[in-house]
């Protein structure tokens, strides 16, 4: 943020007051569409023993994590940004 008297303070005060109107915009329209909506709790998106999806799901996601570590030291290694500090 700009000092209080430099040129152009103005315009970042406004700039700021317009980015704070528009968080509270945002927080009052989700709390309207929170106080709205009703939810349904007989719907389930795994059907009715929701276990074995779930956990086959998080399997698949932490298997692609484990390997997104050794594909981005390979990445970075053919860019020439990732030096071995061993020698």
Do not use: E
């Not at 430099?6 to 509270?24: S, T």
């Not at 276990?51 to 298997?63: E, F, M, R």
């Amino acid at each position: 943020m700009t000092a209080p008297r430099a040129p152009g303070a103005g315009a970042a005060g406004r700039r700021l007051a317009g980015i704070w109107l528009l968080a509270v915009g945002v927080a009052a329209a989700l709390y309207v569409a929170g106080r709205l909506h009703q939810p349904d709790y007989s719907f389930s998106m795994f059907g009715t023993d929701p276990v074995a999806p779930k956990s086959l799901l998080a399997t698949i996601v932490l298997g692609l994590a484990v390997l997104q570590v050794p594909s981005c030291r390979w990445q970075a290694s053919h860019r020439g940004r990732c030096r071995s500090r061993t020698g």
